[in-house]
């Protein structure tokens, strides 16, 4: 069996009884338990996996089928999945089993989608590394030393080494792409409102998204389908059109924002610039545009993210789950040793910042006026797609570094996000797909496209896979 | 010595009578096993997210429109946040500069029968908290979030109440307005009504407003006024033996009657208040507003006067009927009978509530439907029965049912009016009583009652007693004088 099938290829295997669903699950549960070393997982659900795949082959066999039935997928840790630990990689959570099934988990499993497990991630999906995790770091699988990036990189590094077929993400400020990026996969962060937010653990409201991690930009459209939608227990998801990757052909207006490109390191430009022509070649016209506030976009990130996250993890209070502190003498002692003993430290840094920005005398300096900022960001992206399609970026100014490079240096950390933190403030739909390999390590390109535009986006990057094999690169990465 | 005068606002909490909570789908319903009533959302297990019901935004527009205010087009939600073990999230969902109601004003009624417009500022939706129980574990704190997720209109008058009646007045009126608009059970036991008040002490005819404190947590019309009679002597001994009034928060305890520091507000609370990601603003269109305005029944202040100018009762009868919807309903379905309303308003503030409060029924579960009671006053008015003789009929009513007209009929009670029939009745009671006839001829009027009693004895109480006096006057007076 091949580990690094698409998911379109795994559908036809199945349809055709190449293998069975059973079989797929035990191929892909043996693939993960033999690749401990890369720690994707925080839980795996064998047997509940088992149980799904029989009843799946059930209905391959009475013809019954939808687009993912038998698929075995796994969820970012910070996804509630009934009776099974949901612990946001926290300390805080680590004896959390939820009693209901988010949005997400409920919508795929009805789709056919088997759940393997939950993957690895940033402590509540803080951190561009995967280092911030109660449960250790996860390791890139195209060089162990590096990091997956985060905070999603437990399913990033999962679909590039082949332990699941797909699994989803959750992206705030570029945590679905950036690690995408940094294993070689392919990863979608829908437009906000697109995907429901409920039962997947908040982290900033206002930015989180949910989406796909996948194989393929089509496969990341095969899950995107089964995710969106309008959510009764949302309320701020959209009522929209549900995204059509076959719909359009046309040839595109590609934005280049001078922001994201003038300062790129020449290694990373060259790759850049040779996806750019793959796209001109595709018959698509590429074009300069300005997007004059990238700049001011990872401080206002930053801000808003971290306001909303001090009151967001406020629930976690020792009281009614989660982390509670052994004897507490009083409520005090309740509430700050539960707090101390049960968040690391980055989510403390995030709550001490953002408690600040939100605190009387500094609420206008900071998150006023992040707010304001915001607003101009997503002007100059309203604007620059009254004159282009999609536009065309980086996902991240480097590969994947290293281990501990960048842990004791938050802010240097903060500065990876500078790609993608923009299209999260503006709400935007935005595709982290491979483009080239720089010193054996995958380079990833980013489409952004207008609110609820997943459709081109995706068709683009279609196109795009269709004409280069970067997506079919998979690490020397073996542990059998 | 100066003249003091005393400046209360209060802030009245009302909880809306939804069937579900404002932000999830759990009931609202009082006196459930502790955390029965608390879902998902209500207990903030992670991942949940609030759905705003439109329940509570129409009850909110519903008094908004009753108190004649400015109904915000567009408002939203914000986060409070602190942390308290009954409040699940860490924060409260509340409405800090945007709240749905604008300005309005609410007349109440003076004790010198005058009205005075309050101001309320604004009203605004916010959701209730859990309860924490001390007292049922050893140790331990039982937390109960029932009632976390009830939706709350929170409503802030302006500091133009000038006494501890008139603050209660207020309370009172605002109790009978929100009874009758049905968006409040008005349960004030249950904590269905909950009132914080602002208070403080100035010279009188000084414009600028003394150091104030704030008692918390009062929740009757009689602890509203005693705490703040008490709170506003407290300020004056402080302020005449030259001390200051401290800004604090205070509790009032009824059972000593006295207000007690419960913590100093130097060191500000910082809620960082900031607008709720989780939730979109609110837009509340005209058509939602009209839609609204078509429920809003007659207000207590109309009501007030229908009873009054047009319909004769006293301000009291007025006033009690007023204070209890159901029974302002029940009253106006006995007096659509085109009975005697001034019968009708003593017999149902009198007979109807006393059998109610012996039986602990409230007016709502009334168990003579208000029909058959026009019809009983209406018996004692075209003399088919005696008032007397309609108490045990009302009783008859009350324990058994059955209709008035049946119940006279089946045990013979219609009233006695044959003149005749009467006229024998009184002749053989006159002959039997010879002694009292000699005392009622020299001049004992009073002895007439003893007659009077003996008829109704003689005839099971059923003669017309305004008969029974006529005959006996003439019959008593033409008699010859005994030999």
């Known amino acids: ?480 | 010595m100066t003249e003091w005068e005393a400046v209360i606002g209060l802030e009245v909490h009302v909880q809306l009578a939804t069937r579900s909570k404002i932000f999830s789908r759990a009931a609202t319903s009082f006196g459930e096993y502790p955390n029965s009533n608390a879902n998902a959302v209500d207990i903030a297990l992670p991942g949940v997210l609030p759905v705003l019901n439109e329940e509570p935004i129409r009850m909110a527009i519903k008094f908004g429109l009753a108190i004649d205010a400015e109904i915000a087009s567009s408002c939203r939600f914000d986060r409070k946040n602190y942390f308290y073990p009954d409040l699940p999230k860490g924060y409260q969902i509340s409405q800090l500069d945007q709240p749905i109601v604008g300005r309005g004003a609410l007349p109440i009624f003076l004790s010198d029968g005058s009205i005075r417009e309050i101001g309320i500022t604004r009203a605004h939706l916010e959701e209730d908290a859990g309860k924490s129980i001390h007292t049922a574990y050893d140790g331990f704190t039982g937390i109960d979030l029932n009632r976390a997720g009830t939706p709350l209109l929170e409503i802030v008058s302006e500091p133009e109440l000038y006494s501890a009646a008139e603050a209660a007045a207020y309370f009172r009126e605002l109790h009978g307005l929100v009874t009758t608009l049905e968006i409040c059970d008005g349960n004030l036991n249950e904590g269905s009504m909950r009132c914080d008040a602002n208070i403080s002490i100035r010279p009188k005819g000084v414009e600028t407003l003394g150091e104030r404190t704030e008692i918390k947590n009062v929740n009757s019309f009689r602890f509203v006024e005693k705490a703040l009679e008490y709170e506003i002597d407290r300020q004056i001994a402080v302020l005449d033996a030259g001390g200051e009034v401290v800004l604090e928060t205070r509790l009032y305890d009824s059972e000593r009657d006295e207000t007690r520091s419960m913590r100093s507000k130097e060191s500000s609370d910082d809620y960082r208040y900031f607008p709720d990601p989780d939730l979109l603003p609110v837009d509340i269109t005209d058509e939602m507003i009209e839609s609204v305005r078509v429920t809003v029944p007659e207000l207590p202040t109309a009501k007030r006067n229908r009873y009054v100018l047009e319909l004769g009762l006293t301000d009291y009868e007025a006033g009690r009927l007023i204070e209890d919807l159901n029974a302002a309903r029940y009253f106006d379905a006995v007096a659509e009978r085109g009975i005697d309303v001034k019968l009708a308003a003593n017999w149902i503030l009198g007979d109807v509530a006393a059998a109610l409060n012996r039986d602990e029924i409230s007016f709502a579960n009334v168990p003579i439907a208000p029909d058959e009671l026009g019809t009983l006053i209406q018996r004692i008015q075209d003399e088919t029965i005696t008032g007397k003789i309609a108490k045990s009929v009302f009783e008859t009513l009350w324990a058994e049912g059955g209709s008035v007209d049946g119940t006279i009929e089946n045990q013979g009670l219609r009233q006695l009016n044959d003149t005749s029939e009467l006229e024998n009745v009184v002749s053989q009671i006159i002959s039997d009583h010879p002694g009292q006839v000699g005392q009622f001829r020299d001049g004992k009027e009073k002895i007439l009652g003893f007659f009077v009693g003996q008829v109704m004895k003689a005839t099971n109480g059923q003669a017309n007693p305004k008969q029974v006096n006529e005959i006996l006057r003439r019959e008593l007076s033409v008699l010859p004088p005994t030999p």
């Open chain 1, 1 to 480: 069996m091949n580990p690094y099938a698409n998911m379109a290829q795994l559908r036809s295997g199945l349809d055709n009884g190449d293998f069975s669903a059973e079989e797929l699950v035990h191929f892909y549960l043996g693939r993960i338990n033999a690749a401990a070393d890369l720690n994707c997982f925080i839980t795996v659900d064998s047997d509940r996996a088992l149980a799904a795949a029989k009843s799946a082959d059930k209905a391959i066999a009475d013809k019954r089928t939808g687009p993912l039935t038998g698929i075995p997928i796994a969820h970012k840790d910070l996804f509630c999945t009934e009776g099974l630990l949901t612990s946001c990689a926290s300390r805080m959570l680590h004896n959390f089993v939820a009693p209901y099934d988010a949005t997400v988990v409920d919508r795929l499993r009805k789709a056919g989608a088997i759940t393997l497990g939950k993957t690895n991630m940033d402590e509540f999906a803080m951190g561009s590394s995967n280092e911030t995790s109660f449960y250790g770091p996860v390791k890139n699988p195209w060089n162990q030393a590096c990091v997956p990036g985060g905070s999603s990189g437990g399913s990033a590094a999962a679909v590039a080494a082949g332990l699941a077929a797909a699994c989803t993400g959750s992206d705030t400020g570029g945590s679905i792409r950036q690690p995408a990026s940094f294993c070689g996969v392919t990863g979608l962060k829908p437009t906000y409102g697109r995907v429901s937010r409920y039962g997947m653990i908040a982290f900033a409201s206002s930015l989180d998204q949910g989406g796909p991690i996948a194989c393929t930009a089509s496969d990341a459209g095969t899950l995107l389908n089964a995710m969106e939608g309008h959510d009764p227990n949302d309320s701020t998801s959209a009522i929209a059109e549900a995204t059509d990757i076959d719909s359009s052909r046309r040839p595109l207006k590609i934005g280049i924002p001078s922001q994201y490109w003038n300062d790129l390191d020449s290694s990373m430009a060259k790759v850049l610039e040779a996806a750019r022509h793959t796209l001109e070649s595709l018959g698509h016209d590429c074009v300069p545009v300005e997007l004059p506030h990238t700049e001011a976009a990872i401080a206002v990130y930053y801000v808003i993210a971290g306001a909303e996250a001090s009151t967001n993890l406020s629930r976690y209070d020792g009281v009614r789950y989660g982390h509670r502190t052994t004897s507490p003498e009083n409520l005090d002692d309740l509430y700050q040793f539960s707090r101390t003993e049960g968040f690391g430290s980055e989510v403390k840094r995030r709550i001490l910042t953002g408690t600040y920005a939100l605190s009387v005398g500094y609420y206008d300096a900071y998150y006023l006026k992040a707010q304001q900022i915001r607003r101009l960001i997503r002007q100059d992206f309203l604007d620059a797609f009254m004159e282009v399609d999609v536009l065309l970026t980086p996902v991240s100014p480097s590969t994947a570094f290293e281990r501990e490079a960048l842990i004791e240096d938050p802010v240097g950390m903060y500065q990876q996000d500078i790609y993608t933190t923009p299209a999260s403030l503006a709400g935007l739909p935005a595709l982290s797909l491979p483009c080239g390999m720089r010193e054996q390590m995958p380079v990833g390109m980013q489409l952004i496209g207008p609110h609820f535009g997943e459709s081109s986006i995706l068709s683009l990057g279609c196109q795009y896979q269709n004409e280069t094999d970067w997506h079919a690169l998979h690490p020397a990465y073996e542990h059998d």
